[in-house]
């Protein structure tokens, strides 16, 4: 089926405003991520869904992050009275299975800018 | 910590000229290790991967060896096209889910 999608593709806001940024998996995976690229910086991990089990939050920079997955499938990463350092673009993939050999499908990305 | 490095870029290059991009990592245990790359506008696609010493993973001309002894896995091509211009993450799981990536090295080749 279609890949891993995310929308909106770019979002602008304003500093202390909150934003919420989507992730459509690719249908039948189990796990799904989330990572940051900043500029000039590798992709950093964010959170992390495996089925029905408790995510792993532990790259979450800070509380104002939070992530949710409903019904196995969609996820949200909203974040809280944004800051110009939260810009970035987020990245959400999907796997099968969540193993470490398992091939990670990517999404093309939200950029969002905090002004 | 585990950790990734990479070659920094740009690397420009003409086109039909051989191309190595170095990736050495840090690593608990037996890592997997990846080539991902993002093309102009697109997300992140896995290039090749290697799961063993000594494993070469390969696809579309790109080739990357698992060197355990030298805890390296190099991006190499013998002969680069205008198309293959984009940036390359190399990366590594340890045995979990989670990937570390390098920071990215962006190649530009001119025709």
């Known amino acids: 089926g279609a890949g891993v999608s995310q929308s909106p593709s770019n979002k602008v806001t304003e500093k202390g405003k909150d934003v919420e940024l989507r992730c459509d998996p690719i249908s039948g995976h189990t796990a799904l991520y989330w990572y940051r690229q900043s500029l000039g910086q590798g992709l950093e991990f964010l959170i992390y869904?495996?089925?029905?089990?408790?995510?792993?939050k532990s790259g979450l920079p800070s509380d104002r992050f939070s992530a949710e997955r409903t019904g196995g499938s969609v996820s949200t990463l909203t974040i809280q009275r944004t800051q110009q350092e939260d810009s970035a673009v987020y990245l959400c993939?999907?796997?099968?299975?969540?193993?470490?050999?398992?091939?990670?499908?990517f999404g093309p990305g939200t950029r969002l800018t905090v002004l | 910590g585990n950790s990734v490095t990479q070659m920094e870029g740009p690397v420009t290059l003409s086109e039909e000229a051989f191309l190595t991009i170095n990736c050495t990592y840090t690593?608990?245990?037996?890592?997997?290790l990846f080539w991902y790359v993002q093309y102009p506008g697109e997300g992140l696609q896995l290039l090749l991967k290697a799961t063993k010493a000594d494993d070469k993973g390969s696809n579309k001309g790109f080739e990357a060896t698992y060197r355990k002894e030298t805890t390296s896995f190099h991006l190499e091509k013998g002969s680069v096209q205008v198309s293959d211009s984009a940036v390359y993450f190399c990366a590594l799981s340890s045995g979990t889910y989670k990937y570390i990536f390098g920071t990215g090295t962006r190649l530009k080749v001119l025709a």
């Open positions: 993939a999907s796997s099968l299975a969540g193993g470490g050999t398992d091939t990670q499908y």
């Open positions: 869904f495996q089925g029905n089990s408790a995510p792993d």
């Open positions: 690593a608990t245990g037996y890592p997997s």
